[in-house]
């Protein structure tokens, strides 16, 4: 898999330092199931020279972003990396306050709320709350999932405006050209079920065993537009019940965790 690069328009912004954002670049190639990757894996998913993975590895392994591991001769994140995420996490009042509410819908549903945030092309886990279902799906704060073909990133993309969804969504071609009409017509769709459902929907579409619904809002602590999907096994997990009986329970709760001046979807 390879990293979602930066927009291509920050190369004509003379304030833009490219070795800086290559090195954040090749942090983000690690995802939450990675353990080691080594230059050449790096390289592959960074589209940068191999030569130039090599010195940002060093440098960053210096700085304790990563960690070397000589046996393999291989690297995995470094305490660093680690501290940067947990100041983050502890900075999302939302997660605090979505929590219990979040916990209340899994156990309903049996199933897993998850609440994420965008970056670049990808949605990111922050918070998840489980059923005590023996089947739910196995992703963990810190997991990153595509924004146009998942019920949280198209919720995302319909809560924004246009003009940043279709900032978004031009990168989303630039990257996958052939799968581009697919991917726009089905954002098309979502947009329009978005209004007249209130959440965005995901049947078979990210992964064929997986449905999805969500539904996103800008948080009362001024974080950045969020998402909360609520997920599972299709064949566990029928599209009726999750239109019928989720649906109302999670717009609901997410009209609690929306800024006063949003107001609060139907």
């Given at each position: 898999m390879k990293v979602d690069l930066p927009n291509p328009r920050v190369k004509e912004d003379r304030h833009f330092v490219t070795a800086l954002a290559r090195g954040l670049d090749l942090?983000?190639?690690?995802?939450?199931?990675?353990?080691?990757?080594?230059?050449?894996?790096?390289?592959?998913r960074s589209r940068l020279p191999k030569s130039t993975v090599s010195r940002l590895t060093y440098t960053l392994t210096k700085l304790g972003y990563l960690q070397y591991d000589e046996a393999l001769g291989k690297y995995r994140l470094g305490s660093a990396t680690l501290a940067l995420g947990?100041?983050?996490?502890?900075?999302?009042?939302?997660?605090?306050?979505?929590?219990?509410?979040?916990?209340?819908?899994?156990?309903?549903?049996?199933?897993?709320?998850?609440?994420?945030?965008?970056?670049?092309?990808?949605m990111i886990y922050v918070e998840n709350c489980r059923s005590q279902a023996a089947l739910t799906l196995r992703l963990d704060v810190g997991a990153r999932i595509p924004i146009a073909s998942t019920a949280m990133g198209r919720a995302y993309l319909a809560e924004v405006s246009s003009a940043e969804r279709n900032d978004i969504l031009e990168r989303v071609r630039d990257l996958d050209e052939l799968a581009w009409p697919t991917l726009r017509d089905r954002m098309a769709r979502a947009v329009e079920e978005y209004q007249t459902l209130g959440c965005c929907t995901s049947f078979g579409d990210w992964q064929p065993d997986v449905n999805a619904i969500a539904v996103a809002f800008r948080p009362?602590?001024?974080?950045?537009?969020?998402?909360?999907?609520?997920?599972?096994?299709?064949?566990?997990?029928?599209?009726?019940?999750?239109?019928e009986e989720v649906r109302p329970r999670l717009i609901a709760m997410v009209n609690t965790l929306r800024r006063p001046s949003q107001g609060g979807r139907d």
């Open positions: 942090l983000a190639c690690f995802r939450s199931g990675d353990k080691l990757l080594g230059n050449q894996e790096l390289a592959e947990s100041a983050m996490l502890s900075r999302l009042d939302i997660r605090q306050l979505a929590r219990p509410l979040m916990q209340e819908l899994a156990d309903f549903s049996q199933t897993m709320v998850s609440l994420g945030m965008r970056d670049r092309l990808s009362a602590d001024n974080a950045p537009p969020m998402s909360i999907n609520c997920g599972g096994p299709a064949f566990n997990l029928k599209q009726e019940f999750l239109l």
